[in-house]
């Protein structure tokens, strides 16, 4: 079983940035792939971002170029660095883990989920 805490999320204007943390316990980081899913109020939850333990990344195509997504394994944390954000980047983050070297870009395909931290942006 894997254990996940998000933390990081709050409230920006427009054009601001949010780096978003999510830490892991109870089982080796490194072996999973691992990624952030979104949802806000009233609709289904958007993959938003995977890092796999080769540490290749895949983005959904409305956060390219301004979302990072980045893993430090040693301290069991995954991250999501958030520039340029947008009103409509409005959501609650879940951070996500599924054992494996490789990732999918699909929001059904992880095993442990965390919380979830919000994000709210305004204009």
């Known amino acids: 079983q894997v254990q996940l805490v998000e933390s990081g999320g709050g409230s920006v204007q427009a054009g601001g940035s949010l780096r978003l943390s999510c830490t892991a316990s109870?089982?080796?980081?490194?072996?999973?792939?691992m990624g952030w899913i979104r949802q806000a109020p009233g609709k289904e939850r958007e993959w938003v971002a995977s890092?796999?333990?080769?540490?290749?990344?895949g983005y959904t195509d409305s956060v390219k170029g301004r979302f990072t997504i980045f893993r430090d394994d040693a301290q069991r944390t995954l991250y999501l660095e958030m520039n340029s954000l947008k009103v409509e980047d409005t959501s609650m983050y879940l951070c996500?883990?599924?054992?494996?070297?490789?990732?999918?870009?699909?929001?059904?395909?992880?095993?442990?989920w965390g919380q979830g931290t919000q994000v709210t942006v305004s204009s």
């Open positions: 996500a883990a599924r054992p494996g070297a490789i990732c999918a870009a699909n929001r059904y395909f992880y095993s442990f």
């Open positions: 109870g089982a080796t980081l490194s072996t999973h792939c």
């Open positions: 890092i796999n333990v080769f540490k290749g990344t």
